[in-house]
């Protein structure tokens, strides 16, 4: 298995325009979460899905960002607009059931919004 | 609600000389408690458990449940243990992970 896969691996975008993260889990794996990565607040959990259904998505930082799991093998995560203060490392990771600490991380994509 | 604590951001250390990242925890219950790390241009990945009690790369982590910390060890640093390393929490019957704000672990030559 290639691992979790993620794309792009950098977005660079202006203000206002839509951005679209998109994630492939390890297949069989039932739950997928979405991070976000930046120097002041280390790692946060923006939304998680366990067999596709969104679980918890009080880490969302505002209405600009919705996430999405059509299917089992992929995942999209979307702001719009963006802003500047988007820019951010942003994580997928899965995982097994029942193994709540052990998550495989995609490599990231990093994106930056002028 | 959970909390997971580093206090340092940024860590240095000469080779061979010992190193400790700090981790503390604020939570009522049992936790599971984790390290992950992520060396230059790799992913994010488990390093150990406190529950496997194991080293893993000479690194050890013991869970002090009076001082609610899990503080990384290591007796001999190396250059390439140079990564950021984050302290992860697993509250009871939770789903996810609540990791701390990482710290940069450099080993200086």
Redesign the interface.
């Known amino acids: 298995d290639a691992g979790v896969i993620q794309s792009p691996r950098h977005e660079v975008t202006e203000m206002g325009q839509e951005v679209t993260l998109r994630c492939k889990p390890i297949s069989g794996h039932d739950y997928l979460f979405w991070y976000r990565q930046t120097m002041m607040r280390g790692l946060e959990l923006l939304i998680y899905f366990n067999n596709n259904v969104p679980i918890d998505d009080s880490g969302m930082p505002e209405d600009r960002f919705s996430a999405k799991m059509p299917n089992a093998s992929f995942s999209t995560l979307k702001i719009q607009p963006s802003e500047p203060r988007d820019s951010a490392v942003y994580f997928c990771a899965s995982r097994m059931g029942g193994r709540t600490g052990e998550l495989f991380f995609g490599e990231g994509s990093r994106l930056t919004v002028l | 609600a959970q909390r997971v604590t ?1 206090p340092e ?1 940024l860590l240095s250390v000469f080779k061979g000389a010992p190193v400790e990242l700090k981790c503390n925890y604020s939570y009522s219950g049992s936790p ?1 408690l ?1 390290w ?1 790390v992520q060396y230059s241009r790799q ?4 390093l150990l ?1 406190h529950i496997s009690r194991e080293s893993i790369k000479g690194f050890t982590a013991d869970l002090n449940k009076g001082e609610t910390s899990f503080h990384l060890k290591k007796p001999f640093a190396q250059e390439e243990d140079s990564a950021m390393y ?1 302290c ?1 929490l ?1 509250a009871s019957s ?9 710290t940069q672990l450099t080993v200086l030559p």
């Open positions: 580093q951001k599971e984790f992950y992913r994010l990945q488990l458990r984050y992860a697993a939770a789903r996810q992970l609540t990791f701390g704000s990482g």
